[in-house]
């Protein structure tokens, strides 16, 4: 004999409505986000890439060379935000799209750290 439940479904639609109202107030916050930095650094684009169980990361590049990135708790709401904003999506951070990247002194440093007398990671 199959075993059965019985599920109250004014409570199950409550709980997928308070849900899917997260989903929206992140997937709008974010946007809100990518929109802020596109404006700050005259336009935008984007990549957006995996963090397994944590969710997924928005990678920025703004039209003058600035960079930053954003997390979303999932790839969807990320992919969601981005679409939303607007801006150009890349499936991959590819030679031409890093190019576009600048870096400074401060980024220099702290990527090579030590091997070229920049400050140490500690």
Same mark, same amino acid.
């Given at each position: 004999?199959? %075993?059965?439940?019985? &599920?109250d479904?004014?409570?199950? $639609? /409550?709980?997928?409505?308070?849900?899917d =109202? +997260? %989903?929206?107030f992140?997937? *709008? =916050?974010?946007?809100?986000?990518?929109?802020?930095? /596109?404006? /700050?650094?005259g336009?935008?684009?984007?990549? &957006?890439?995996?963090l #397994?169980?944590?969710?997924a990361?928005i990678v920025? &590049? $703004?039209?003058?060379? @600035? +960079? #930053?990135?954003?997390?979303?708790r999932?790839?969807?709401r990320a992919?969601? @935000?981005?679409?939303k904003?607007g801006?150009t999506?890349?499936?991959?951070?590819? #030679?031409?799209?890093?190019?576009?990247v600048?870096?400074? =002194?401060?980024? +220099?440093?702290?990527? /090579?750290?030590?091997?070229?007398?920049?400050?140490s *990671?500690?």
């Amino acid at each position: 004999m199959a %075993d059965t439940q019985q &599920v109250d479904t004014e409570q199950a $639609g /409550a709980k997928s409505g308070w849900a899917d =109202r +997260w %989903d929206a107030f992140e997937v *709008n =916050r974010t946007a809100g986000r990518i929109e802020a930095f /596109a404006k /700050a650094h005259g336009g935008a684009e984007a990549q &957006v890439a995996h963090l #397994g169980e944590r969710g997924a990361r928005i990678v920025l &590049v $703004g039209a003058d060379g @600035a +960079w #930053g990135d954003l997390v979303a708790r999932t790839h969807e709401r990320a992919r969601k @935000a981005v679409e939303k904003s607007g801006i150009t999506v890349h499936e991959d951070f590819d #030679g031409e799209f890093a190019a576009k990247v600048t870096t400074g =002194r401060y980024e +220099w440093s702290r990527m /090579a750290g030590i091997q070229v007398g920049g400050p140490s *990671n500690t």
